[in-house]
């Protein structure tokens, strides 16, 4: 498999061991690429959703954002948005 095959995957390791950002760069790595592809073309991208991690807790979806939004280049900080979409709290 190569980077560039866009499958599905499962990812099992101890906490600390860096899976927050195994998975999580490449994604940002991507929308990267694309989104420096369409300013070459001159073309806006289109508002919709690009990737979705899914995590058993409220807690880990939280840890997962932060970690996700420190590494977004600060030059798309405003293109790329993450977000953690979470229930069993107040609005």
């Known amino acids: ?3 560039n095959s866009h499958v599905d995957m499962i990812i099992a390791a101890r906490t600390g061991q ?3 950002l195994c ?3 490449p994604i940002i790595d991507i929308l990267v690429r694309r989104l420096q592809k369409l300013n ?3 073309e806006e991208p289109i508002d919709e959703i690009k990737g979705l991690i899914m995590s058993p807790t409220r807690e880990l979806a ?3 954002k ?3 939004e420190a590494v977004v280049p600060s ?3 405003d293109k790329i948005k993450v977000c953690a979409l979470v229930g069993g709290m107040s609005i």
């Open 40 to 42: 070459h073309q001159g």
């Open 66 to 68: 932060d970690h996700l």
């Open 1 to 3: 498999m190569h980077l």
């Open 62 to 64: 939280i840890q997962i």
């Open 23 to 25: 998975f999580g760069i």
């Open 75 to 77: 030059e798309y900080g």
């Open 18 to 20: 860096g899976k927050t």
